[in-house]
């Protein structure tokens, strides 16, 4: 199923199958806005503890990317 929202071709937010450190959820983030997994990491550090309340949620609420 392809998500588009108005006229833009939106990619599900999901955890990284390939680039995982610990769960996936900065890899998924990384890929879901285009940007370093290193520049997703270095802000939840830098933004800590209240960035692991929010990996936390993140890490229960995303599903895994399957890959074929």
Do not use: Q
């Not at 071709?9 to 769960?23: E, I, Y």
């Not at 959820?25 to 285009?34: D, K, L, M, Q, R």
Request: glycine share 10%.
């Amino acid at each position: 199923k392809k998500n588009y929202r108005g006229g833009i071709h939106l990619k599900p937010l999901m955890k990284s199958a390939n680039d995982k450190a610990l769960f996936g959820v900065c890899g998924g983030i990384a890929e879901f806005a285009g940007i370093s997994s290193f520049l997703v990491r270095l802000i939840f550090i830098l933004t800590a503890p209240a960035s692991f309340w929010v990996y936390l949620v993140l890490n229960l609420g995303l599903k895994e990317k399957r890959t074929l």
